[in-house]
């Protein structure tokens, strides 16, 4: 990248859910990386760093990543085991 002002922003759809990825950039003398992503992504945010700080060399760099119309379509795993302890609590409370 020569430039450091410069702006990006695209989005897309999948089957799961749509999602866009904003890029800003302003000239500075050091470099400087902001991200702003969802919860779900958030044991991905160092990764998502080294990418833009691999990219950038210097400048003020903020990462916008947001998704929408999400689907859940993943399976549910149930804990058998927490669920009968709540269970039995609820019935001992009930019993009171």
């Given at each position: 990248m020569e430039s450091m002002t410069g702006y990006s922003f695209i989005e897309k759809s999948t089957e799961q859910f749509t999602f866009s990825i904003e890029i800003k950039t302003l000239n500075s003398?050091?470099?400087?990386?902001?991200?702003?992503?969802?919860?779900?992504?958030?044991?991905?945010?160092?990764?998502?760093?080294?990418?833009?700080?691999?990219?950038?060399?210097?400048g003020k760099v903020e990462c916008t990543i947001d998704l929408y119309d999400w689907v859940?379509?993943?399976?549910?795993h149930?804990?058998?085991k927490v669920l009968l302890k709540y269970y039995k609590e609820v019935q001992r409370s009930l019993a009171k």
């Open positions: 003398k050091y470099l400087e990386v902001y991200t702003n992503i969802p919860k779900i992504l958030k044991a991905e945010e160092d990764e998502i760093t080294n990418i833009l700080k691999k990219n950038f060399e210097r859940e379509s993943r399976p549910v149930i804990n058998s």
